[in-house]
């Protein structure tokens, strides 16, 4: 239905796609996927507007034209879960994300596990059950 420029520009955003899935470590192949996907929202919204054809439009148009609306309405979706992506890879927040939607993209919580070459020293026990008038049973 649409060719030329919308071709391009959408199969270049999923060529960064690839990318960043094939770069787990990323930062810049996840803001450039997110940036190349916020693009191509605008572009597929001018260009779906201009070149829509108003009459005489065949089934697999209107095929190739549904297509390419319920792909404009779920790239804000996927920009969404791209942005929390890139929050998790260590990428600054410019916007506040987590303070609207808790739990997402909320890497700098404390867990309580630690990992193994932690710096902190593990919390003991048994400390203090002396004081508390338990006694340990050798063995």
Same mark, same amino acid.
């Given at each position: ?22 770069? %787990?470590? !990323?930062?810049?192949?996840? !803001?450039?996927?997110?940036?190349? =996907? ?14 829509? @054809? ?15 609306? =319920?792909?404009?309405?779920? %790239? ?17 927040? @410019? ?6 939607? @808790? ?28 004081? %508390? ?7």
């Amino acid at each position: 239905m649409f060719g030329g420029p919308y071709a391009w520009a959408n199969f270049t955003t999923l060529a960064l796609g690839v990318w960043a899935v094939a770069q %787990k470590d !990323s930062i810049d192949a996840i !803001s450039m996927f997110l940036g190349g =996907l916020v693009v191509t929202i605008l572009l597929d919204i001018i260009h779906i507007s201009i070149f829509y @054809p108003r009459a005489g439009l065949l089934d697999v148009g209107r095929f190739g034209a549904g297509m390419a609306i =319920l792909s404009l309405l779920l %790239k804000p979706f996927s920009c969404f879960m791209l942005y929390n992506m890139y929050l998790q890879r260590g990428g600054e927040a @410019p916007f506040r994300s987590r303070e609207y939607y @808790p739990g997402f993209g909320s890497t700098s919580q404390r867990s309580a596990y630690q990992t193994i070459d932690s710096p902190e020293a593990p919390t003991d026990f048994y400390a203090g059950a002396e004081n %508390k008038g338990h006694t340990s049973q050798g063995y």
